[in-house]
Protein backbone atom coordinates (compact mmCIF):
# COMPACT_ATOMS: atom_id res chain seq x y z
CA UNK A 1 0.00 0.00 0.00
CA UNK A 2 1.55 3.21 -0.60
CA UNK A 3 1.55 6.10 1.56
CA UNK A 4 1.26 8.57 -0.96
CA UNK A 5 -1.91 7.62 -2.51
CA UNK A 6 -3.88 7.13 1.05
CA UNK A 7 -6.72 9.83 1.55
CA UNK A 8 -8.47 9.72 4.72
CA UNK A 9 -11.98 12.18 5.09
CA UNK A 10 -13.86 13.25 7.79
CA UNK A 11 -17.26 14.67 7.23
CA UNK A 12 -18.90 16.24 10.52
CA UNK A 13 -23.06 16.26 9.63
CA UNK A 14 -25.94 17.10 12.27
CA UNK A 15 -26.99 13.30 11.64
CA UNK A 16 -23.95 11.45 11.64
CA UNK A 17 -20.13 11.39 11.28
CA UNK A 18 -18.44 9.74 8.36
CA UNK A 19 -14.80 8.52 8.16
CA UNK A 20 -13.61 7.16 4.77
CA UNK A 21 -10.36 5.59 3.92
CA UNK A 22 -9.33 5.88 0.53
CA UNK A 23 -6.89 4.43 -1.94
CA UNK A 24 -6.23 6.11 -4.96
CA UNK A 25 -4.60 3.77 -7.86
CA UNK A 26 -4.11 5.24 -10.92
CA UNK A 27 -6.92 7.64 -10.85
CA UNK A 28 -9.22 5.02 -9.45
CA UNK A 29 -10.62 5.20 -5.98
CA UNK A 30 -10.90 2.20 -3.73
CA UNK A 31 -12.40 3.01 -0.09
CA UNK A 32 -10.74 0.16 2.02
CA UNK A 33 -12.21 1.90 5.14
CA UNK A 34 -15.53 3.15 6.07
CA UNK A 35 -16.29 4.55 9.98
CA UNK A 36 -20.18 5.93 9.98
CA UNK A 37 -21.49 7.02 13.82
CA UNK A 38 -24.67 8.83 14.90
CA UNK A 39 -23.43 11.92 15.74
CA UNK A 40 -24.10 13.88 18.58
CA UNK A 41 -23.36 17.46 20.10
CA UNK A 42 -23.87 19.39 16.33
CA UNK A 43 -27.28 20.55 14.93
CA UNK A 44 -27.48 22.35 11.62
CA UNK A 45 -24.43 21.91 10.90
CA UNK A 46 -23.26 24.11 14.10
CA UNK A 47 -20.86 22.23 16.70
CA UNK A 48 -23.21 22.94 20.35
CA UNK A 49 -21.03 20.76 22.40
CA UNK A 50 -17.37 20.02 21.74
CA UNK A 51 -17.10 17.02 24.11
CA UNK A 52 -20.36 15.29 22.19
CA UNK A 53 -18.36 15.84 19.04
CA UNK A 54 -15.49 14.63 20.13
CA UNK A 55 -16.54 11.44 21.02
CA UNK A 56 -18.64 11.35 17.59
CA UNK A 57 -15.04 11.82 15.64
CA UNK A 58 -13.34 9.35 17.88
CA UNK A 59 -15.89 6.64 17.61
CA UNK A 60 -16.23 6.86 13.99
CA UNK A 61 -12.63 7.10 13.52
CA UNK A 62 -12.14 3.73 15.55
CA UNK A 63 -14.74 2.14 13.27
CA UNK A 64 -12.47 2.82 9.99
CA UNK A 65 -8.85 2.08 11.96
CA UNK A 66 -10.41 -1.32 12.92
CA UNK A 67 -10.84 -2.06 9.00
CA UNK A 68 -7.15 -1.31 8.27
CA UNK A 69 -5.66 -2.37 11.35
CA UNK A 70 -3.85 0.71 11.52
CA UNK A 71 -3.64 4.26 13.23
CA UNK A 72 -5.57 7.26 11.45
CA UNK A 73 -2.90 10.02 11.19
CA UNK A 74 -4.05 12.81 9.36
CA UNK A 75 -7.88 13.27 7.63
CA UNK A 76 -9.23 16.04 4.71
CA UNK A 77 -11.88 17.86 6.64
CA UNK A 78 -15.23 18.89 5.06
CA UNK A 79 -16.36 22.64 5.93
CA UNK A 80 -20.29 23.17 5.92
CA UNK A 81 -21.74 25.87 3.96
CA UNK A 82 -23.30 27.58 6.87
CA UNK A 83 -22.44 31.09 6.72
CA UNK A 84 -20.16 30.69 3.48
CA UNK A 85 -19.43 33.86 1.03
CA UNK A 86 -18.06 33.63 -2.29
CA UNK A 87 -16.16 36.62 -3.40
CA UNK A 88 -14.73 37.50 -6.94
CA UNK A 89 -10.91 38.32 -6.58
CA UNK A 90 -8.13 38.93 -9.32
CA UNK A 91 -4.46 38.27 -8.87
CA UNK A 92 -1.76 39.91 -10.83
CA UNK A 93 1.63 39.26 -10.96
CA UNK A 94 5.28 40.03 -12.82
CA UNK A 95 6.56 36.81 -14.49
CA UNK A 96 9.88 35.79 -11.99
CA UNK A 97 12.09 34.03 -14.92
CA UNK A 98 14.89 35.37 -16.95
CA UNK A 99 13.42 33.46 -20.00
CA UNK A 100 9.55 34.42 -18.93
CA UNK A 101 8.54 30.62 -18.61
CA UNK A 102 5.46 30.55 -15.97
CA UNK A 103 6.66 27.86 -13.16
CA UNK A 104 4.68 26.38 -9.68
CA UNK A 105 6.36 29.89 -8.13
CA UNK A 106 4.80 32.15 -10.34
CA UNK A 107 1.25 30.35 -10.01
CA UNK A 108 2.11 30.78 -6.12
CA UNK A 109 2.31 34.03 -5.82
CA UNK A 110 -0.95 35.26 -7.95
CA UNK A 111 -3.01 32.74 -6.08
CA UNK A 112 -1.68 35.28 -3.06
CA UNK A 113 -2.05 37.98 -4.31
CA UNK A 114 -5.41 37.18 -5.12
CA UNK A 115 -5.64 36.75 -1.70
CA UNK A 116 -4.27 40.12 -0.33
CA UNK A 117 -7.74 42.13 0.09
CA UNK A 118 -9.61 42.82 3.35
CA UNK A 119 -11.17 40.25 5.08
CA UNK A 120 -13.55 41.33 7.97
CA UNK A 121 -12.08 39.79 11.37
CA UNK A 122 -14.63 37.64 12.54
CA UNK A 123 -14.80 35.63 8.97
CA UNK A 124 -11.67 33.15 7.80
CA UNK A 125 -10.59 32.23 4.37
CA UNK A 126 -10.99 28.82 3.57
CA UNK A 127 -10.54 28.10 -0.25
CA UNK A 128 -9.81 29.85 -3.00
CA UNK A 129 -11.02 28.62 -6.88
CA UNK A 130 -9.72 30.00 -9.65
CA UNK A 131 -11.91 30.71 -12.80
CA UNK A 132 -9.13 31.61 -15.39
CA UNK A 133 -5.33 32.48 -15.70
CA UNK A 134 -4.28 35.24 -18.19
CA UNK A 135 -1.36 35.21 -19.97
CA UNK A 136 -0.61 38.64 -21.05
CA UNK A 137 -4.18 39.28 -23.13
CA UNK A 138 -4.30 35.59 -23.32
CA UNK A 139 -7.47 34.18 -21.32
CA UNK A 140 -9.32 31.19 -19.92
CA UNK A 141 -6.37 29.34 -19.49
CA UNK A 142 -6.45 26.49 -17.07
CA UNK A 143 -3.00 25.74 -16.41
CA UNK A 144 -0.81 28.61 -17.27
CA UNK A 145 2.84 26.63 -16.29
CA UNK A 146 4.98 26.43 -18.93
CA UNK A 147 3.66 29.20 -21.20
CA UNK A 148 5.51 32.45 -22.07
CA UNK A 149 4.57 35.79 -21.03
CA UNK A 150 5.30 39.07 -19.00
CA UNK A 151 2.86 39.19 -16.54
CA UNK A 152 0.26 36.35 -15.44
CA UNK A 153 -2.83 37.43 -13.87
CA UNK A 154 -5.86 35.28 -12.20
CA UNK A 155 -9.60 35.23 -12.09
CA UNK A 156 -10.38 33.44 -8.93
CA UNK A 157 -13.82 33.06 -6.02
CA UNK A 158 -12.25 33.45 -2.32
CA UNK A 159 -14.39 31.01 -0.25
CA UNK A 160 -14.82 32.69 3.24
CA UNK A 161 -16.74 31.57 6.26
CA UNK A 162 -17.33 32.47 10.25
CA UNK A 163 -14.33 32.39 12.37
CA UNK A 164 -16.61 31.00 14.94
CA UNK A 165 -17.75 27.85 13.60
CA UNK A 166 -13.92 26.97 11.98
CA UNK A 167 -12.67 27.19 15.11
CA UNK A 168 -15.17 24.99 17.01
CA UNK A 169 -14.93 22.71 14.01
CA UNK A 170 -11.00 22.97 14.02
CA UNK A 171 -10.94 22.34 18.14
CA UNK A 172 -13.25 19.68 17.78
CA UNK A 173 -10.50 18.01 15.28
CA UNK A 174 -7.65 18.85 17.28
CA UNK A 175 -9.20 16.83 20.55
CA UNK A 176 -9.93 13.79 18.91
CA UNK A 177 -6.11 13.58 18.17
CA UNK A 178 -6.11 14.32 14.29
CA UNK A 179 -3.93 16.44 12.39
CA UNK A 180 -6.00 18.08 9.39
CA UNK A 181 -4.75 17.57 6.48
CA UNK A 182 -6.34 20.32 4.19
CA UNK A 183 -9.57 21.66 4.55
CA UNK A 184 -12.12 21.83 1.73
CA UNK A 185 -15.87 23.64 1.52
CA UNK A 186 -18.25 20.28 0.94
CA UNK A 187 -20.78 21.65 -1.33
CA UNK A 188 -17.73 22.44 -3.43
CA UNK A 189 -15.68 19.11 -3.05
CA UNK A 190 -18.98 16.94 -3.49
CA UNK A 191 -20.85 19.16 -6.15
CA UNK A 192 -17.23 18.72 -8.81
CA UNK A 193 -17.51 15.04 -8.82
CA UNK A 194 -21.48 14.32 -8.33
CA UNK A 195 -22.07 16.58 -11.15
CA UNK A 196 -21.70 15.95 -14.47
CA UNK A 197 -19.22 17.89 -16.57
CA UNK A 198 -22.12 18.98 -18.75
CA UNK A 199 -24.39 19.72 -15.28
CA UNK A 200 -21.68 21.66 -14.35
CA UNK A 201 -21.48 23.65 -17.13
CA UNK A 202 -25.08 24.58 -18.15
CA UNK A 203 -26.21 25.26 -14.31
CA UNK A 204 -27.01 22.70 -12.43
CA UNK A 205 -28.60 22.95 -8.37
CA UNK A 206 -26.59 20.85 -6.33
CA UNK A 207 -28.94 19.78 -3.38
CA UNK A 208 -27.62 18.03 -0.16
CA UNK A 209 -30.31 17.14 2.09
CA UNK A 210 -28.72 16.09 5.36
CA UNK A 211 -30.36 15.41 8.91
CA UNK A 212 -30.17 19.37 10.14
CA UNK A 213 -30.07 20.85 7.15
CA UNK A 214 -29.77 21.09 3.34
CA UNK A 215 -26.96 22.60 1.47
CA UNK A 216 -28.54 23.82 -1.93
CA UNK A 217 -25.13 24.69 -4.26
CA UNK A 218 -24.97 26.58 -7.87
CA UNK A 219 -22.64 25.51 -10.15
CA UNK A 220 -22.36 26.76 -13.84
CA UNK A 221 -19.70 27.49 -16.33
CA UNK A 222 -17.75 24.35 -14.66
CA UNK A 223 -17.66 26.04 -11.30
CA UNK A 224 -19.43 26.87 -7.67
CA UNK A 225 -21.63 29.62 -8.52
CA UNK A 226 -23.68 30.18 -5.00
CA UNK A 227 -23.88 28.24 -2.09
CA UNK A 228 -26.80 28.63 1.21
CA UNK A 229 -28.20 26.49 3.72
CA UNK A 230 -31.53 25.70 4.30
CA UNK A 231 -32.31 24.80 7.79
CA UNK A 232 -34.68 21.60 7.37
CA UNK A 233 -33.43 18.09 6.61
CA UNK A 234 -34.26 14.58 7.54
CA UNK A 235 -34.30 15.06 11.24
CA UNK A 236 -37.22 16.99 10.83
CA UNK A 237 -39.56 13.65 9.40
CA UNK A 238 -38.27 11.61 12.12
CA UNK A 239 -39.42 14.28 14.75
CA UNK A 240 -42.83 14.51 12.86
CA UNK A 241 -42.94 10.82 12.99
CA UNK A 242 -42.36 10.57 16.58
CA UNK A 243 -44.67 13.61 17.61
CA UNK A 244 -47.89 12.22 15.42
CA UNK A 245 -46.94 8.71 15.83
CA UNK A 246 -46.15 9.72 19.64
CA UNK A 247 -43.63 6.97 19.28
CA UNK A 248 -39.84 7.39 20.40
CA UNK A 249 -36.89 9.23 18.21
CA UNK A 250 -35.06 6.23 17.79
CA UNK A 251 -38.39 4.28 16.28
CA UNK A 252 -39.38 6.89 14.53
CA UNK A 253 -36.14 6.66 12.79
CA UNK A 254 -36.38 3.00 12.20
CA UNK A 255 -39.74 3.14 10.82
CA UNK A 256 -38.67 6.06 8.66
CA UNK A 257 -36.19 3.98 6.88
CA UNK A 258 -38.17 0.33 7.01
CA UNK A 259 -40.98 1.65 6.08
CA UNK A 260 -41.02 5.02 4.96
CA UNK A 261 -42.55 6.49 1.39
CA UNK A 262 -42.32 10.21 -0.07
CA UNK A 263 -45.05 9.43 -2.41
CA UNK A 264 -48.39 9.05 -0.92
CA UNK A 265 -49.99 7.71 -4.52
CA UNK A 266 -47.70 5.24 -4.55
CA UNK A 267 -47.53 3.70 -0.75
CA UNK A 268 -49.24 0.26 0.08
CA UNK A 269 -52.18 1.03 2.11
CA UNK A 270 -52.70 -3.05 2.65
CA UNK A 271 -49.96 -3.96 4.80
CA UNK A 272 -49.57 -2.70 8.56
CA UNK A 273 -47.31 -2.30 11.26
CA UNK A 274 -47.01 -1.69 14.56
CA UNK A 275 -45.53 1.04 16.20
CA UNK A 276 -44.66 1.40 20.27
CA UNK A 277 -46.27 3.97 22.28
CA UNK A 278 -44.52 6.35 24.76
CA UNK A 279 -45.47 5.70 27.87
CA UNK A 280 -47.66 2.80 27.15
CA UNK A 281 -47.64 -1.26 26.86
CA UNK A 282 -49.90 -1.08 23.84
CA UNK A 283 -48.59 -0.67 20.11
CA UNK A 284 -50.80 1.39 17.30
CA UNK A 285 -51.11 -0.14 14.29
CA UNK A 286 -50.08 2.34 10.22
CA UNK A 287 -50.31 1.51 7.30
CA UNK A 288 -47.34 2.70 4.91
CA UNK A 289 -49.14 5.61 3.12
CA UNK A 290 -50.27 7.02 6.22
CA UNK A 291 -46.43 6.99 7.19
CA UNK A 292 -46.14 8.67 3.63
CA UNK A 293 -48.55 11.70 4.30
CA UNK A 294 -46.41 12.40 7.05
CA UNK A 295 -43.10 12.36 5.56
CA UNK A 296 -44.73 13.87 1.98
CA UNK A 297 -45.78 16.83 3.78
CA UNK A 298 -42.55 17.73 5.38
CA UNK A 299 -40.58 16.66 2.16
CA UNK A 300 -42.85 19.21 0.37
CA UNK A 301 -41.91 21.78 2.26
CA UNK A 302 -38.47 21.59 2.11
CA UNK A 303 -38.55 21.85 -1.60
CA UNK A 304 -40.88 25.07 -1.60
CA UNK A 305 -38.39 26.39 0.54
CA UNK A 306 -35.48 25.41 -1.67
CA UNK A 307 -37.24 26.78 -4.52
CA UNK A 308 -38.04 30.21 -2.44
CA UNK A 309 -34.02 30.11 -1.69
CA UNK A 310 -33.17 29.47 -5.26
CA UNK A 311 -35.15 32.43 -6.37
CA UNK A 312 -33.93 34.71 -3.75
CA UNK A 313 -30.20 33.58 -4.73
CA UNK A 314 -31.51 34.81 -8.59
CA UNK A 315 -31.91 31.58 -9.77
CA UNK A 316 -34.50 31.00 -12.35
CA UNK A 317 -33.06 28.53 -15.17
CA UNK A 318 -31.62 25.62 -14.49
CA UNK A 319 -30.86 24.11 -17.62
CA UNK A 320 -28.81 21.32 -15.91
CA UNK A 321 -31.88 19.97 -13.54
CA UNK A 322 -31.39 19.61 -10.21
CA UNK A 323 -29.03 16.84 -8.34
CA UNK A 324 -30.36 15.63 -4.87
CA UNK A 325 -28.40 13.63 -2.58
CA UNK A 326 -28.05 12.90 1.21
CA UNK A 327 -29.40 10.21 3.00
CA UNK A 328 -33.06 10.84 3.15
CA UNK A 329 -32.92 9.83 -0.77
CA UNK A 330 -32.43 6.33 -0.87
CA UNK A 331 -36.44 7.07 0.55
CA UNK A 332 -38.89 5.41 -2.06
CA UNK A 333 -40.85 7.41 -3.64
CA UNK A 334 -38.50 10.90 -3.12
CA UNK A 335 -37.60 11.39 -6.42
CA UNK A 336 -41.25 10.88 -7.88
CA UNK A 337 -41.96 13.68 -5.32
CA UNK A 338 -39.33 15.96 -5.90
CA UNK A 339 -39.72 15.73 -9.69
CA UNK A 340 -43.39 16.88 -8.93
CA UNK A 341 -42.99 19.58 -6.69
CA UNK A 342 -39.93 21.17 -8.29
CA UNK A 343 -41.35 20.91 -11.61
CA UNK A 344 -37.65 20.06 -13.40
CA UNK A 345 -35.13 17.33 -14.13
CA UNK A 346 -34.20 15.55 -11.60
CA UNK A 347 -31.89 12.73 -10.66
CA UNK A 348 -30.50 11.51 -7.81
CA UNK A 349 -26.69 10.95 -7.15
CA UNK A 350 -25.22 7.49 -5.28
CA UNK A 351 -21.43 7.05 -5.24
CA UNK A 352 -20.17 4.23 -7.03
CA UNK A 353 -17.80 2.74 -5.13
CA UNK A 354 -17.90 -1.00 -3.23
CA UNK A 355 -18.97 -0.16 0.39
CA UNK A 356 -20.11 3.49 0.20
CA UNK A 357 -23.44 2.86 -2.59
CA UNK A 358 -25.20 5.30 -0.49
CA UNK A 359 -26.03 9.07 -1.06
CA UNK A 360 -25.04 9.23 2.62
CA UNK A 361 -21.07 8.94 1.65
CA UNK A 362 -21.56 11.22 -1.07
CA UNK A 363 -19.66 14.56 0.44
CA UNK A 364 -16.98 12.56 2.16
CA UNK A 365 -16.22 10.37 -0.95
CA UNK A 366 -15.94 13.99 -2.92
CA UNK A 367 -13.41 15.35 -0.58
CA UNK A 368 -11.36 12.44 -1.11
CA UNK A 369 -11.43 12.90 -5.03
CA UNK A 370 -11.10 16.60 -4.49
CA UNK A 371 -7.93 16.50 -2.17
CA UNK A 372 -6.27 13.92 -5.16
CA UNK A 373 -7.71 16.10 -7.84
CA UNK A 374 -5.65 19.54 -6.18
CA UNK A 375 -2.47 16.72 -5.46
CA UNK A 376 -2.61 16.15 -8.97
CA UNK A 377 -3.04 19.59 -10.40
CA UNK A 378 -0.04 21.20 -7.92
CA UNK A 379 2.02 18.29 -7.77
CA UNK A 380 1.62 17.35 -4.28
CA UNK A 381 3.83 14.76 -2.68
CA UNK A 382 2.71 13.26 0.80
CA UNK A 383 5.09 13.34 3.01
CA UNK A 384 3.73 12.45 6.06
CA UNK A 385 2.03 9.24 6.58
CA UNK A 386 -1.72 9.23 6.58
CA UNK A 387 -2.39 5.86 8.90
CA UNK A 388 1.07 4.26 10.84
CA UNK A 389 1.29 0.63 11.94
CA UNK A 390 -0.19 0.33 15.80
CA UNK A 391 2.82 -0.87 17.28
CA UNK A 392 4.07 2.74 16.61
CA UNK A 393 1.41 4.73 17.92
CA UNK A 394 2.33 7.66 19.88
CA UNK A 395 0.49 9.91 21.14
CA UNK A 396 -1.03 12.44 18.68
CA UNK A 397 -0.30 16.32 18.52
CA UNK A 398 -2.39 18.28 20.73
CA UNK A 399 -1.31 21.94 19.32
CA UNK A 400 -3.06 22.96 16.03
CA UNK A 401 -0.88 25.73 15.72
CA UNK A 402 2.27 23.67 15.90
CA UNK A 403 0.33 21.17 13.75
CA UNK A 404 -0.42 23.70 11.31
CA UNK A 405 3.10 24.82 11.06
CA UNK A 406 4.80 21.94 10.57
CA UNK A 407 2.45 21.23 7.26
CA UNK A 408 3.49 24.89 6.37
CA UNK A 409 6.93 23.68 5.89
CA UNK A 410 6.16 20.77 3.65
CA UNK A 411 3.84 22.03 1.42
CA UNK A 412 3.99 25.07 -1.20
CA UNK A 413 1.74 27.79 0.33
CA UNK A 414 -0.56 27.53 -2.32
CA UNK A 415 -1.72 24.21 -1.56
CA UNK A 416 -2.90 25.29 2.02
CA UNK A 417 -5.67 27.63 1.50
CA UNK A 418 -6.48 28.00 5.47
CA UNK A 419 -3.13 29.20 6.56
CA UNK A 420 -3.91 32.74 7.81
CA UNK A 421 -7.22 31.23 9.70
CA UNK A 422 -4.97 28.57 11.34
CA UNK A 423 -2.17 31.29 12.43
CA UNK A 424 -5.02 33.71 13.67
CA UNK A 425 -7.34 31.24 15.47
CA UNK A 426 -4.91 29.32 17.72
CA UNK A 427 -2.28 32.36 18.54
Given at each position: MSQSELYISLDIGSSSVKVLIGEVDGGSLHVIGVGNVQSAGIRKGTIID???TVRSIRKAVDQAE???GMQIQEVILGI???????????????????????????????????????VPPEREIVNIIPKQFIVDDYNEITDPRGMIGVRLEMDGTLVTTSKTLVHNILRCVERAGLVIRE???????????ALTEDERNHGTAFIDI????????????????????????????????????KTPTEQARKIKHQFGHAFSDDASDDELFEVPVIGADSKDQYSQR????????????????VMEEMYRMGVHDLPGGIVLTGGITKLD????????????RVRIHIPEYIGVREPMYTTAVGLIRYAHMQDAYFGHVQKTPAVMANEEQTQAPV???????RNKEKRPGILHKAKKAFDNLFE
Open positions: IDARMIPANGIRLQDVKGVVAVNSENREITDDDLDRVMKSAQVMSIYLQPLAAGTFGGGSTTIAIFGENRLMATTVVPVGGDHITKDLSIILYISEIIGVRLEELFDLGLLQLARHVLKTNMKKTMD
